[in-house]
């Protein structure tokens, strides 16, 4: 009875960046058959997610009609598409399809979770395609910061569809196919109904650079060097390791790769054949027997994470070696907003140790991997798409190329995470707004992000803890006086007297005063205790703790 | 016996950008007198002091010496300069000089703390000084980004010092003194023995831009905008406000002014002379019935602080006035490193309710107060120093300014908080490293940094925490089980069990077979509890809590 639609649906990455998930469908109204885009993670951050590992889209929506997935197609290797394949893919239960160097990563990811390699299947660059229900998926090779990303041409009979990825217009990648204006032209013949596009960096107003301007600045910089050197960037930014590689080989040095990211993102490029070609490398041992000044070290961490490569030798050894006065640290990176604080931290470290370091300050030492706004207008003006939807952004970044798109004449809207789209018509139009969310990896087990187990640990961050036992006997008399412990919590406040005292002083007063009827009652004792606890911490020290009652009576 | 020697001991802001407090001491070695050069705080964040309200350096090394202390002056009226002058004030006991505006602020602040508007003696600028034991300290007006910035000449029998402040130079500031090219060079003739400098913006390679240059693009911005107007900056850079209202006015808008410190700011530069002219404000009651097109709102919250009027905003009405589609939010500031997601999240919110949102993209909107590298250069050939002291910066702006006057042929020296720098030869010489730190004010109480209360804090919030209670008989014999409450942890792990009852399991097994020299130890209960408390948690959910064991006694 029903005709059939096209549907588009963010679980993830539409409003953010970061956790990549969408969802496209075909087929009768809420009995579409699906596939799933990317399926990425993004990190936690001590402002709201303290103690967690890692953030997964929240995938509820979709495993519920995993009966209707035919298949999940990964563009890239970035952890912010492929990061979260491996804890999702038995609840959803779909076969995995990505290009040789993605699927590589994909299946160790898979594998760390007991998944076996058949779990993934490697496919080619269009014009070879995948067959997944309604749909005829191909890869299109495109060039972004990891080799073979992809954009993919997603055929259905409502309509093709142009899924760009992450994408930027690089004629000179150094890894990986160069932007094909030619193909992504030869595509547009047969027409594109939507183009689902990368948003990033649409208010970056001059166009991309390509990473081919960046190989002479390094080596100019590393001749210049008098002592060790040593380089961070993105382990996935094969072509940038290479870029630094052979700049250090230009100017004389040995290259040694550091931090595991590093060297099994070499791995894979090699394995998967593409890096064709990469300067010799040597071990971290042999590293340590030649000369500081021969010496250039890629290493992990530009990020400033904690447990990276660059953290640990800015806060001491790092597999034997050290930094010493006189060496260059280059940061070959940007520094992704919410990390400066760690990244700060490094340099101020090496600083200490009279290390000379370099960032990307003027754009010398790093390019973007994502299209500029001006690059975005041309990939729209190759591909003519009857509408575009903009993706990988957060709202900001959505809204401006939406904008933009409509200022050149084409449909649009901003559609975020849950904003389930039909894109039938001549115009993108809403059709429904799914409950979507985000799961937390905490330690070994998933919660759900409103749970309150997080909130719970923020309020314990920000107020302190202070636990009160007390014992009741059968009489619901207490025996003896309540009893307290301060978690994060200063030991004096106003009076002098220790904070512990002050407030077993006035819950043993109000005990004493107490009805038979309250202390008979465990929860109006909790409910009692805790706002004693509250007040008179607040009069003590000027802030209202946490507080856990606990009531054993004795029988 | 000893002879007199001229020393510079940093105890706040050499080593990081906040909490100002420099310490000058001329006479004999270990009894000299003592001035204090500002007396500023620093912001608490949520990665490394939770629940911390206010930082402040540590002053117990000069409490201890206030015999000794003379005077303390303030070089401007930024928080990071003056903001606990109150928290100190009955500490230290030493009179507080400043310039008109900066003490009209400074009393505000001391009022608060109770202590009388005398407490601080307002100062004229250069050639006035005070005479301070054997200092005489002039305030030489600088440009910076808030009225009546100051570099200081410190003239002792040891040599004449230049604590330059934070400065700029900016020949037209539009509020408050250009800086004086001519002064400079005259307070050199007599030769300075040691500049003491900031050193913040010494990574900005281009000579800094006036005030003046905003003006007309503000403007422009504004009379583009079809709605209402909104623009936030530091409330106390007046001469920005002014920028702003002065641009809103030609381009035909009533201005009003929004949130407590803005209105202060503007207040005090009113009471104080500094503003001359400002245009004509409205109040908020008045703006409420202006037609959007019309008003312009000047805001605090340029830093994304979250009570604070744009976040209010962002997050729906403040004081009646709520944001809509169309309307425009300008950004006339630069974001500091470590508030990025909170000024982006307010970005964010302000795309979703259709809010064009700029910021400091391009230098457009904003420009430093600070002197960038060629300035600084600038500023050395004008006083001509023997010796150059980096201050106010991380430790990589103080080891780049040094090398820089080192280049140029001046000595040098890092110092960082706690270095005493005897600046009685013809170089800087480290005297010896003092004690320093930081205090936190904690709701109303101050803790040290090193006390553990914050750790505690940042334990809870990263590993959750177990509170067991456990009742023990005369006999040392249990009274039922040992009983668990989870905060911040998940309710189910592994096993699918409650991870409550997995806990109480464990440790009630482990208490059947406890040996009675264990049940009579308190402290031996404890720590076995605790062990598998952790043991058991991370088995079941992958990651090991904070525990704390509390056993209860029946006498």
Chains 1, 2 share one sequence.
Not at 132 to 161: D, M, N, Y
Not at 373 to 397: C, F, S, T
Not at 515 to 530: G, H, N, Y
Request: hydrophobic content about 40%; charged content about 25%; overall charge negative.
């Amino acid at each position: 009875m029903s005709t059939e639609r096209l549907i588009y649906l963010p679980l993830g990455g539409a409003g953010e960046i970061g956790m990549n998930a969408y969802v496209y469908g075909y087929g009768p109204e809420d009995n579409e058959r699906l596939i799933l885009v990317d399926l990425g993670m993004t990190f936690p951050d001590m402002d709201t997610t303290p103690g967690v590992d890692l953030i997964f889209p929240d995938m509820a929506w979709l495993a519920e009609r995993k009966d209707r997935l035919e298949a999940v197609f990964i563009t890239h290797a970035h952890e912010d598409h492929v990061g979260a394949v491996g804890h999702f893919y038995s609840e959803l239960g779909a076969p995995v399809y990505a290009r040789a160097f993605t699927a590589n990563i994909a299946r160790r990811k898979l594998s760390e979770h007991g998944f076996a390699e058949d779990s993934v299947t490697t496919v080619s660059p269009y014009p070879e395609s995948v067959e997944a229900g309604p749909f005829k998926v191909s890869f299109v090779p495109v060039s972004h910061s990891i080799p073979e990303s992809s954009s993919l041409l997603i055929e259905t009979p409502g309509g093709r569809l142009f899924h760009t990825g992450d994408f930027k217009i690089d004629h000179q990648p150094l890894v990986g196919e160069s932007f094909d204006e030619a193909l992504w032209k030869d595509i547009a013949k047969d027409g594109i109904k939507a183009m689902i596009c990368d948003s990033t960096n649409v208010f970056s107003k001059n166009p991309g650079r390509s990473e081919s301007e960046l190989g002479g600045n390094i080596e100019a910089l590393i001749k210049g060097a008098e002592r060790m050197v040593v380089a961070t960037t993105f382990a996935s930014n094969v072509a940038r390791v290479r870029t630094l590689a052979e700049a250090g080989e230009r100017a004389g040095r040995s290259i040694c790769l550091m931090g595991r990211a590093m060297r099994r993102m070499v791995e894979a490029s090699v394995e998967t054949g593409v890096l064709s070609s990469f300067p010799k490398v040597v071990s971290i041992e042999e590293a340590r027997d030649i000369p500081r000044e021969n010496l250039m070290l890629l290493v992990t961490g530009s990020q400033g994470e904690r447990r990276a490569a660059s953290a640990q030798l800015a806060r001491g050894k790092f597999n034997g070696i050290e930094m010493k006065e006189g060496d260059l640290f280059l940061f070959s990176s940007k520094t992704i907003p919410g990390n400066e604080r760690g990244v700060i931290s490094i340099m101020n470290q090496f600083s200490e140790m009279g290390v000379d370091v370099f960032d990307d300050n003027d754009g010398f030492y790093h390019v973007s991997g994502h299209a500029n706004r001006p690059d975005l207008e041309k990939a729209q003006e190759l591909m003519e798409p009857q509408m575009v939807i903009p993706m990988h952004g957060e709202h900001r970044h959505l809204r401006e190329l939406s904008k933009i798109t409509e200022a050149a004449g084409r449909a649009s809207v901003v559609a975020v995470n849950g904003m389930m789209i039909d894109l039938s018509g001549n115009a993108p139009r809403v059709a429904e707004y799914i409950e979507t969310g985000r799961r937390y990896l905490d330690g070994s087990t998933q919660v759900g992000a409103l749970d309150g187990i997080v909130r719970d640990r923020i309020r314990m961050a920000l107020n302190g803890h202070v636990v009160v036992t007390l014992i009741v006997d059968e009489d619901d008399t207490p025996l003896g006086e309540p009893w307290c412990e301060l978690m994060g919590l200063p030991e004096t406040g106003r009076s002098g007297a220790p904070l512990v005292e002050v407030l077993e002083e006035d819950m043993s007063q109000f005990l004493g005063r107490a009805k038979a009827a309250t202390l008979k009652d465990d929860d109006k004792i909790e409910q009692e205790l805790r706002k004693i606890a509250r007040r008179t911490a607040l009069d003590e020290i000027g802030k209202k703790p946490e507080v856990t009652v606990i009531v054993s009576r004795i029988a």
